[in-house]
């Protein structure tokens, strides 16, 4: 194995690493704190009540001092007042706490937000999902300070198209980066929580001086100019930024050469499988296999194989929106049969002729970038247009890549045919074994990286919604278009793959929002009490629900007294009904039963659609999200997958959360996850695990994979993703996000690198040992 000579290649890059923990951004210079209310400082507020969950607090003079647990998911210090805060006479204002890391390494602590009506709901006397709002914060090993989220004002009303925002205002402060969370009733707060997710070892933190404040004052000017010709941040320089496409092709260059002297590790065999360990039965395809108690899969060689690679290599959803649009509808055309949507889409040309019908429909957007080429510049040709967006200022508007122009600078005019073998050259020199999902089909016939293929079941079939819909509402399964739709998207895979062996599985659609795995009753069953709303007519699935209700109890009154309801009527039920909470437990059972049979029928048709196309491929499940994966839906994909599938981003695979998956005799994958920093790399967003530095980044790297090379059922991870998000946001819902093993000028980040180095040269050898056991999924 040939090491990569990172200092050669970092040599041909002469700007300096910035140390500030902050983005160079901010216009506005540093004010005095304007202090609006104290929301905790000490154990003198007696109006306020301390609560943890998997954690241990000690109050301390003026502070909090809290322990949290490794044994918990998400164990919490939370912050109570007698009587809600009121915080709606505030126009432009921030929530600041001090913390200080006490712990050995850093620590990514979650503030929430929760209003009355949250709380409420939360006790289900609406019977919908608690209103919080998260953000995140890293600090790293022994850091303490102020750090801040902004909770009403200009800043956080501006719909710029990025997940996270620069600094409007110049501070020595952080500030915590959006998650997730909706809308607050501000007059009606009722807790502040501090939380961590997901760690794998013991943290503390001090918490001390909960306020709010004031915002400095500040202009739009924070949001101008951002981006540089190269994708980069124009205002802050960080390790491995170029400076002109001179230095960026030197930089290739040197890589290039190096990687021609690469190939296979050592100890691989032709799929990357382990060439020195057991020789077992080899069937010509990849398949899965217990040993000694460890869920395996097996190369098509017959060798031990464990998948460890990147998700989404590919360059579609790496374009940003450019804050044009056109008025010629014709460019927003979309084809009713197509089988891949919209964020996965290539390039989408767009003709001269509506061209001349362009207009700046987001100045904020256009005014990001210090450059883009004019249409008659050879650069011009990573132009693109995205038809429909997910969240943003934009519903369409015309794209640029970043990424493909800096593959042009670096490659030259093939630069596309270039790109690939490069990327499959990284893939075997740093160890890696496989592909992920989302990988382009161009890959498919390369015959030196195993792949996973996928695909999307879309079209005009009918859908379940709820409110609790993350991506997009539930396809009904038990829609016959849904049936012929599937077919026709494995139909597809099946020609792209042509029987290749190369291929290790298929995973079909992604993180589907069945519901929370605990909660409420609404939070678990919102799709189904969502789908008993409609009328028969409109929905196969109600269909199918009714039908069972009537062969279940076969008189209306039987329904009614075990739903503690007062339905009319069969027809009244066909017709749509809406149930409130309290829910009896009958009740509660049929609704967990409909769960199920919902999701049988889906995973039932995707799992004899494949097995009719593709008999000797894996199936590898839907790669389900923590929020939507209850338990019915697992079960169902128990019965019809290959391999199970869960993205999970949090800091590792933690035995208290994931050791039930022991419970399942099944091999089990996961299908996402990462870690960022903001810090060296001019991003905006870590992600959603964040890191302090790009060394803290390799060292949690570690952590998460080693704890997935320790889990009995896991069979491997795929990381998302190869590159990093645009730093203006992806056009499709804006991730900024610090993700890749590459920059957006393609160079590699040199820590990760030589951490995948580092854990997979020995990865074979260590969990067949049992090197990486952990006593904790012992029965």
């Avoid at 062969?551 to 069969?570: P, V």
Wanted: net charge negative; glycine share 6%.
């Amino acid at each position: 194995m040939r090491k990569l000579p990172i200092a050669a290649i970092l040599s041909a890059i002469l700007l300096s690493a910035c140390d500030s923990k902050k983005s160079e951004v901010q216009i506005t210079q540093a004010q005095p704190e304007q202090a609006l209310a104290v929301i905790w400082n000490g154990s003198a507020n007696s109006n306020v009540d301390i609560a943890s969950w998997g954690a241990q607090t000690q109050l301390l003079n003026n502070s909090v001092r809290v322990s949290y647990q490794s044994d918990h998911y998400r164990p919490s210090v939370k912050f109570h007042p007698d009587t809600p805060w009121d915080w709606s006479e505030f126009d432009e204002f921030n929530l600041a706490v001090d913390i200080k890391n006490l712990s050995d390494e850093s620590i990514q602590v979650y503030l929430s937000l929760t209003d009355e009506a949250g709380v409420k709901e939360d006790m289900e006397i609406t019977g919908s999902r608690a209103r919080s709002l998260n953000r995140a914060v890293n600090l790293a090993a022994g850091e303490q300070g102020t750090y801040f989220s902004i909770i009403k004002g200009k800043f956080f009303d501006t719909n710029a198209g990025i997940r996270e925002k620069p600094y409007p205002w110049q501070t020595n402060e952080e500030m915590f980066v959006t998650r997730f969370g909706k809308k607050l009733d501000l007059s009606r707060i009722t807790e502040v929580a501090l939380f961590v997710r997901g760690n794998l070892h013991d943290k503390q933190i001090e918490v001390t001086n909960l306020r709010l404040r004031k915002n400095p004052e500040y202009n739009d000017s924070y949001l101008v100019g951002l981006a540089d010709e190269f994708g980069q941040n124009a205002k802050q320089n960080f390790p491995i930024k170029v400076n002109s496409a001179e230095q960026l092709k030197a930089v290739a260059d040197k890589e290039l050469a190096e990687l021609a002297k690469g190939g296979l590790m050592a100890n691989r065999s032709k799929y990357g499988g382990w060439k020195d360990g057991p020789k077992l039965k080899a069937t010509g395809y990849f398949r899965t296999e217990k040993i000694d108690g460890r869920w395996w899969m097996v190369d098509p060689e017959g060798h031990i194989f464990f998948s460890h690679g990147p998700a989404n290599v590919r360059m579609a959803n790496l374009t940003t929106l450019t804050g044009v649009d056109f008025k010629d509808d014709s460019v927003r055309y979309i084809d009713p049969t197509r089988v891949t949507p919209e964020d996965s889409m290539g390039i989408v040309q767009v003709s001269d002729e509506v061209r001349k019908t362009r207009f700046v429909a987001s100045e904020l957007r256009n005014n990001m970038f210090t450059w883009l080429p004019s249409y008659d510049d050879p650069m011009a040709k990573h132009y693109s247009y995205r038809r429909e967006v997910h969240k943003g200022p934009l519903t369409s508007g015309e794209t640029f890549s970043f990424y493909r122009a800096n593959l042009e600078r670096r490659y030259g005019e093939n630069f596309e045919q270039t790109w690939q073998q490069v990327t499959l050259d990284r893939m075997n020199n740093w160890g890696f074994t496989s592909f992920g999902n989302w990988v382009d089909p161009a890959f498919y016939p390369n015959e030196q990286v195993p792949y996973f293929a996928n695909g999307w079941i879309i079209g005009d079939f009918k859908t379940l919604k709820s409110e609790h819909d993350v991506w997009a509402p539930l396809p009904d399964p038990f829609d016959p278009e849904f049936v012929r739709r599937a077919k026709i998207t494995i139909d597809v895979i099946a020609e792209e793959i042509k029987g290749s062996p190369w291929c290790a599985g298929i995973f079909i659609d992604n993180e589907k929002s069945w519901g929370l795995p605990e909660g409420t009753v609404a939070q678990k069953y919102g799709v189904i009490l969502s789908t008993l709303t409609v009328n028969n007519a409109d929905s196969p699935a109600k269909t199918y629900f009714t039908e069972y209700l009537k062969a279940k109890y076969g008189s209306i009154n039987q329904l009614n007294q075990a739903w503690n309801f007062q339905a009319d009527s069969w027809a009244s039920i066909e017709k749509g009904v809406h149930l409130q909470a309290p829910y009896s437990s009958e009740l509660e059972a049929d609704l967990s039963h409909m769960l199920e049979a919902l999701s049988d029928r889906y995973f039932k048709v995707v799992h004899d659609t494949l097995e009719q196309a593709l008999p000797n491929h894996l199936y590898m499940g839907a790669r389900m999200a923590n929020f939507g994966m209850p338990k019915e839906t697992i079960k169902a994909s128990v019965k019809y997958s290959d391999v199970l599938s869960f993205n999970i981003y949090e800091e590792g695979v933690q035995p208290e959360e994931w050791g039930f998956l022991t419970e399942f005799d099944l091999p089990v994958a996961i299908g996402e996850f990462h870690i960022g920093s903001t810090t060296d790399t001019g991003v905006f967003h870590a992600g959603l695990v964040q890191a302090h530095d790009h060394k803290d980044r390799a060292k949690m790297y570690l952590d998460y994979i080693t704890s997935v090379a320790a889990h009995p059922n896991m069979v491997g991870a795929h990381w998302f993703q190869y590159i990093d998000s645009p730093l203006t946001g992806r056009a499709f819902d804006g991730e900024p996000y610090n993700v890749g093993f590459v920059a957006g000028t393609d160079i590699p980040y040199p820590e990760m690198v030589d951490a995948i180095k580092s854990f997979m040269s020995t990865v074979y050898e260590k969990r067949f040992n049992g090197d990486f056991d952990n006593p904790a999924y012992k029965k």
